[in-house]
């Protein structure tokens, strides 16, 4: 049996890395995606340095536009002059072993895997309040006003997206969000076995 394609997705702020690291951690059978990237590795908060097939696939951006031009993305985007992708190669080789694959993308990502994959299972991850949203924007104290301004902005049009997920998953407590998807997870694959 093939495994199941979770993607989820939600404007930013809205907590996707910290549901999806709890998630991770309540699923031991589900394997979240790693992108492939053509920025260089960062410092972690840990004071280490990302690893290349562990936090990222690091590649050239050469590379990266070969792969793109011969469609070995499942969903690929540019953001401030660098490209970050899903190798289809990765996940249907997780799903044919039978693995259940987790992606986080963004919201036009997600409609890119939905066009090539449509058995895959969309969670857009809503925030409890349009002013909560934008309380955790200013929380992170990673962007100036502007910025913040802007990323409100775009969270605005990809909550309009929302509507185009098979589930909808309000995140106003981290473990609560975790759990609910998890039940998600847990339909869909029972479901594909019986």
């Known amino acids: 049996m093939t495994g199941s394609l979770f993607v989820i997705s939600g404007p930013s702020g809205v907590g996707k890395a910290s549901v999806l690291k709890v998630l991770l951690t309540k ?5 979240y995606s790693i992108s492939m ?14 690893e290349n097939g562990v936090d990222y696939f690091f590649v050239s951006r050469s590379e990266f536009e070969r792969m793109a031009a011969q469609s070995e993305f499942l969903e690929w985007a540019e953001f401030n002059g ?4 899903t190798p289809r190669v990765y996940v249907e080789e997780l799903l044919k072993a039978g693995k259940s694959v987790v992606l986080e993308v963004e919201t036009k990502g997600a409609g890119q895997v939905r066009a090539q994959m449509p058995e895959a299972k969309l969670i857009f991850l809503v925030p409890p309040s349009m002013e909560e949203l934008q309380d955790r924007l200013r929380g992170r104290n990673t962007e100036n006003e502007a ?13 309009e997206t929302a509507v ?3 589930y909808q998953v309000v995140n106003d407590v981290v473990e609560k969000a975790a759990d609910q998807i998890k039940d998600i997870i847990d339909v869909v694959t029972l479901s594909k076995s019986s």
């Open 27 to 31: 699923c031991s059978d589900l394997f």
């Open 37 to 50: 990237t053509t920025r260089a590795p960062r410092q972690t908060p840990q004071g280490t340095v990302e």
């Open 82 to 85: 660098n490209c970050y992708g």
């Open 147 to 159: 910025e913040i301004a802007m990323r409100y902005a775009i969270a605005k049009e990809e909550m």
């Open 164 to 166: 185009l997920y098979d």
